[in-house]
Structures are given as structure tokens and as C-alpha cells.
């Protein structure tokens, strides 16, 4: 399949996108029970086996009422690149086209979307390299960090002030593509913004977008709440005595660690802090990126938007008149 494929040949796929606690998974849901569609994740974390309450992952109940792919699917000290999960959910929504469903995306990872939906000139490729080991290298050297940071601030300024010097792995990845591609990631990365390339698929891209922040908030807490009383400190304690949460041999912190929920109950756990001490900073950190999401989704001309006005208001109607439209054309 090319960008430059007619619509008509091109396989339809719908999107549920907006920020975290926004309901899109209720949505994306009702969604694919009425139009017999299947599941598939678009959310980077709950790609990790074992992180299930403070992913949010779907429930027992809704993996019965339609079918889930995309999660669970690696392990959280694994390394797995956006272009793993291109390769992978396009050869997902091969097969459910193959079995006569259509396939339903929902999460709130932006980058995973864009990557699936628009054509990249470069991949955010995982495989080992010579350029890779020579930087790892340097990473374990004494001031290795501060070494690779400097290295990066000379060809990208921009991503050296976005990356901090700690995260070893993004630091590697923004040189490696600069290496390799002879453009810088964020030169790359404002490209992807202002792209206007076709879509790879037939795309109905619904996007949640709440009018009052006050409301979106509200929910973000009542989501908190759901996770510490169901046991988001037990599954921490759990994955930290696996390992999971070791850092990596670069010396920076596995992506689990440093995911939203996890680092700030993984740090009160340690310290013998009881779980709910961590409750507003859960909340103001999930806020934070919720205002990210929304900032990149915005951005994206293919998204759809449904507003929600006010606490209560359910965008299945409208929605299901979006996707019927669709699906018909």
C-alpha cells in the first residue's frame, strides 16, 4: 500500500484520539461492537505486559463484549521503537480487514498514529548498530551523558533542549538519525507536522475534545482514584520486584519507570510513603500530558473533532453517525 493509492483502494480503518481520561476507550468500544470492528492498541504503554492499572488497559469486560489486539505484547524492559509498532499494527489491521471486521485504533500516543497514518522519511529503528555500540560506549564513560547531550546540542540544538541529558536512549536516537539521515530529528519532526501527504489508509480519525478543562480534570482524578483503590501500589511493588523497573545498561531509566503513575508511586514505595501520598502528583502530572496530547492532536488536520461541553454529555451518537457515514462511502 502507497500514499499515492486511490481512496477507494485504500483500507478504511477508524481512530478514537484525545487525551488520557478523556473516554475514548468507551467509545472506540461502542464503536466496534456496532459496526463489528476489532480493538487495536495505539497507546505506548499498554503495549507492556503486566502494567494493567496504571495503563488503564482494557478490562476482562470489554475484551468479552469485542476483540483486542496490539496489547500485551512485549515486555516492559524490551525495547520496542515506533516503527515496531507501525510494522506490527499495520500487519494487525491487515488481518481483521482480512476477516471481515474493521479495524478500530484507540490511545492517546500520538506519535504511533502519525507514524501508521502518514508517510516517515526515517524509522525510529531499534536494530543494533556499529553508530549504536560506539555511542552506548560513550554513555558508559565518565560524564558520558553530558558527553552525548553536547554531542546532539551540536547538530540539533533544538532536540538537545527538549531531550534531557538522562534519557541516554532518546539522546542516541536523535544523533543516530541525524547520522543517518543527514537532517536533524527536530527538522524531521517539523516536516511531520506541516505534512500534507496523503493518508496510508482511508481514515476516520475521531478526536475527544473537552470545551472546559475543569471537566477533563475532574475525570483525570476520579481515574486516579479508580487505580490507587483497585491496587496500583501493589502492582508497582510487584513489577519493581521483577526488575522492571531496574535501570537499563546505559545507566538511564527503562520506559516504565518513567511512566506517568509509575514513577511517582515507584518513588513512594521505596520510601515507605503510604500510596495515596502520590495522589496529586498522579493527577498534575496526567494533566500535564493531557495538555501535550492535545496540543499534538490538535496540530493533525486529519483528526475529526466531537467537543464535550460539560460532565455527562456522551459522544456515541455523534460518533456512530461519523462512522456510519464513513463506513458507507
Known amino acids: 500500500m502507497t500514499p499515492d493509492m486511490k481512496l477507494s483502494e485504500k483500507k478504511k480503518i477508524i481512530a478514537v484520539v484525545g487525551p488520557t481520561a478523556s473516554g475514548k476507550s468507551g467509545l472506540a468500544i461502542n464503536i466496534a461492537e456496532k ?18 492499572i496504571g495503563t488503564a488497559k482494557p478490562t476482562q469486560a470489554d475484551t468479552a463484549r469485542v476483540p483486542h489486539v496490539m496489547f500485551d505484547i512485549v515486555s516492559p524492559g524490551e525495547m520496542y521503537s515506533c516503527a515496531d509498532y507501525v510494522r506490527d499494527a499495520a500487519a494487525a489491521i491487515g488481518e481483521i480487514h482480512k476477516s471481515g471486521r474493521i479495524p478500530v485504533l484507540c ?10 497514518l502518514t508517510p516517515r522519511s526515517y524509522g525510529d529503528s531499534a536494530g543494533r548498530t556499529a ?23 551540536e547538530v540539533d540544538p533544538v532536540s538537545a533542549a527538549a531531550i534531557h541529558e538522562n534519557n541516554v536512549r532518546r539522546v542516541i536516537r536523535a544523533i543516530e538519525i541525524f547520522r543517518e539521515s543527514g537532517v536533524s ?52 511493588r510487584r513489577l519493581d520486584a521483577a526488575g522492571v523497573f531496574s535501570p537499563l545498561p ?10 506517568i503513575g ?35 492532536f490538535g496540530s493533525k488536520p486529519y483528526v475529526r473533532w466531537i467537543d464535550i461541553p460539560h460532565a455527562g454529555y456522551d459522544p456515541t451518537p455523534q460518533a456512530f453517525a461519523m462512522a456510519e457515514t464513513f463506513i458507507k462511502e
Open 35 to 52: 459496526f463489528g470492528g476489532t480493538i487495536v492498541c495505539c497507546d505506548s504503554m499498554q503495549i507492556y505486559r503486566g502494567m494493567n
Open 107 to 116: 490511545g492517546g500516543t500520538g506519535l504511533y498514529l502519525d507514524s501508521l
Open 131 to 153: 553508530l549504536r555500540d560506539e555511542l552506548e560506549a560513550i554513555a558508559g564513560m565518565p560524564d558520558g551523558k553530558a558527553i552525548l547531550h553536547r554531542m546532539l546540542a
Open 185 to 236: 530529528k527536530s527538522e524531521l519532526d517539523r516536516r511531520s507536522r506541516e505534512s500534507t501527504a496523503p493518508l496510508m489508509y482511508d481514515a476516520l480519525v475521531i478526536g475527544l475534545r473537552y470545551t472546559d478543562r475543569a471537566v477533563l480534570r475532574a475525570r483525570i482524578a476520579r481515574r486516579v482514584d479508580e487505580m490507587l483503590a483497585v491496587g496500583l501500589a501493589d502492582e508497582v
Open 250 to 259: 546505559d545507566g538511564s531509566m527503562s520506559t516504565a519507570a518513567q511512566a
Open 262 to 296: 509509575y514513577k511517582e508511586m515507584l518513588a513512594a514505595v521505596r520510601a515507605g510513603d503510604i500510596p495515596d501520598s502520590v495522589r496529586e502528583a498522579v493527577i498534575t502530572a496526567t494533566a500535564r500530558y493531557a495538555k501535550r496530547q492535545m496540543t499534538w
